[in-house]
């Protein structure tokens, strides 16, 4: 009697085991939006809570780390049981999607955003290279420095912030250690730190004027040996920094470079404590990189019309001064007056900001474009080829002929033409 | 009495079919990723890039090196705190209960506590400066100190990890009757020889369980070191994640998998053969 009821109780909870009930899907009326933007959780929750609280409808907002992004959109979209409606990722978080054919296009929600005055190259940004709109452009953001007042008495003389040399960086970190006795510069080379955008849209443009093409060039090594000597004034702990703006209000660092959401903490909390200013200049001019979020919708999502109001939601005016006020890293993306009231923090980030992008000399970069998954391989060359020279001490010219040989392998793999500031290419992007 | 005979099957049956879909079905995927390469069909090329990495000798290098000096000192530290937790009459489950809290938090939650502790404006350069020792905070983490890179992983290992090694030490202990070193110390045993002639040798299946899980344990060692040096101590479970999530080369990925399941099945082949438990010691 006994065995009998357990053998009945082991078999139901078998047979519950192996007919698992799938999740009930999302109601029509809600939209799932996945993100690889606003990751931070201070981020995640603004957003819920004060730019999509003004949203009439409910939006599920759910950011993820770029891999599991495109790996869930693309299992939904093979299983053919699509959840998402709307994606939202930097530029680079795009190809893979579009190369799947997992966005619908959104040539008639940009139809239906005309008035919004979208800066027009990001719109072309959008297309991908094909004849559709594969994303509407969402936010901008890019890289600048900040400093902490005190470190300004020791710019070297002569040193105007606003025009500062990559030569006169490296004196004023020797100042630094010199009055102090600390190593105050600092970079985010940790394992999730931004660094291969500096090496990409920063200090290649800026002294070679091309990332790819002239990648072992003599430029190159000269640009290198420079930046070694300059290493010679970087706090060591920058090898595991991920957002500047703690090693700033910690006082570890006193000049630093970043990413605005990564450094706009710092200016925030303690906007009289901190100055911001663009990116220095090489001898090829000030090279930098503007960074592009777009909002695109998955193919057969379960609820495209809330996505496209979603869309028309967040590309609004007042949406878009409410992110750049409450998240504060990301500016618009549209043609806006700032507001006279914004946060101090936030105006010494955006006039960083409108400095840089409108400095004669500028020389601006685009992320990545056309690598698809070899992206992770192409950041990793960069990376690399610092951890060699510039940590490991090993020879420049050998270090940069074995990566210029990596670097071939993944254009040619990627069939990706040059992008700014390469020329641009008919087929690979050649390494000479 | 069909059912009875079918009961023990059935009755396992849902783990079974637990352990093929986490482990088994995951494990043979590995395999597959390590060894294919493309449309090129069945190759090594996963486990050549592997191993010709800028990455891979220091990684390889650093896990054996970090278990082979974590381990043992766990195992000898946990060994004296059963001994010692044998010995306290009161408050033993107190004890007990606070020496196993490390076991409660997770390995990134410690990475970050101990990162508090090492880190520039840390707890320790700040005790350090209350008592003189120091004028200007020192750096323990920086890639130009691979000693104190080192040093701080191992401590917050043993921290972290030695709990666990304490736990089935302990429950060993208690299956060894009392009557064996009652017996021995009646005959004239010193406190040593009864340790080393009757407790070590009735705690051999104990300790052959706490060395297995803390080696293989050892060597997927990751959040801990990621927190504590990012990339300036590679390991093999964090060169395993860089090439899965950074470079997005899942083949890679399951090679550096691979070598590190590899790694886990000598070590308890190793265990297995070098302490050996005589059938009569199972079976008591």
Known sequence: ?432 | MRSERYLPYLLLLPSIVFLAFFFAMPLAEAFWLALRAGEAGWSLENFRRMASDLYFGDAARNTLLLTAVVVPIQVVLALAMALLLGGVRQGRDVLLYIWSIPLGISDLAAGIVWLSIFTERGYLNSLLHALGLIDTPRLWLSYENPLGLFVSVAVAEVWRATAIVLVILVAGLQLIPKEYAEAAEVFGATAWQRFRRVTLPLLKPSLQTALILRTVLAFEVFAVVLTLTGRNLPVLAGEAYNWYAAYQVPGVAAAYAVLILGLSLAATWMYLRLVQVKPEVTTS
């Open chain 1, 1 to 432: 009697m006994r065995q009998g009821w357990i053998v009945a109780l082991a078999s139901v909870m078998l047979v519950m085991l192996v007919t698992a009930v799938p999740p009930a899907s999302a109601s029509q009326s809600s939209v799932l939006f996945l993100s690889t933007q606003l990751r931070p959780i201070e981020e995640a929750e603004k957003m819920r809570q004060s730019i999509l609280a003004g949203y009439p409808g409910h939006v599920e907002f759910i950011p993820v780390e770029p891999v599991p992004f495109a790996d869930r959109v693309l299992a939904e979209t093979r299983a053919g049981r699509v959840m998402i409606s709307l994606v939202g990722g930097v530029h680079g978080d795009f190809p893979a999607l579009v190369n799947a054919g997992a966005l619908q296009p959104a040539d008639d929600v940009l139809s239906r955003l005309a008035d919004r005055g979208f800066v027009p190259a990001y719109v072309e940004l959008g297309k991908l290279g094909t004849p559709y709109q594969q994303y509407i452009p969402w936010m901008q953001a890019t890289y600048i420095m900040v400093a902490s007042r005190e470190a300004l008495k020791y710019l070297p003389p002569g040193a105007n912030l606003d025009s500062l040399t990559y030569g006169q960086l490296k004196a004023w970190g020797e100042n630094l250690l010199k009055a102090t006795g600390r190593r105050l510069l600092g970079f985010p080379a940790g394992p999730k730190g931004l660094m291969h955008r500096f090496f990409q849209g920063y200090l290649y443009p800026s002294y070679v004027k091309s990332t790819v093409t002239h990648f072992r060039s003599q430029e190159a090594e000269a640009m290198w040996k420079e930046f070694t000597e300059l290493w010679a004034y970087v706090n060591p702990q920058s090898t595991s920094y991920e957002f500047m703006q703690e090693p700033l209000l910690a006082g570890e660092v006193w000049v630093a470079w970043d990413h605005t959401a990564r450094l706009i903490n710092a200016l925030r909390e303690r906007p009289q404590d901190f100055v911001a200013f663009p990116a220095p200049i090489g001898p090829k001019g000030r090279g930098f990189m503007p960074v592009l979020t777009g909002l695109g919708i998955v193919k057969s999502a379960p609820n495209p019309e809330g996505a496209a109001s979603v869309i028309e939601y967040l590309t609004r005016p007042d949406v878009q001064l409410a992110i750049l006020r409450e998240i504060g890293g990301f500016f618009p993306v549209i043609q806006v007056a700032m507001p006279a009231d914004l946060p101090a923090g936030v105006k010494l980030a955006a006039e960083a900001v409108a400095k840089q992008s409108a400095s004669p000399n500028a020389v601006p970069s685009l992320l990545p474009v056309g690598l698809g998954v070899r992206d992770g391989e192409f950041n990793r060359v960069f990376v690399d080829t610092f951890a060699r020279i510039v940590l490991r001490r090993e020879d420049v010219r050998r270090v940069l002929d074995q990566q210029a040989e990596k670097m071939r392998r993944i254009m040619a793999e990627a069939k990706a033409p040059c992008w700014p500031p390469d020329e641009p290419s008919t087929g690979a992007c050649p390494v000479l």
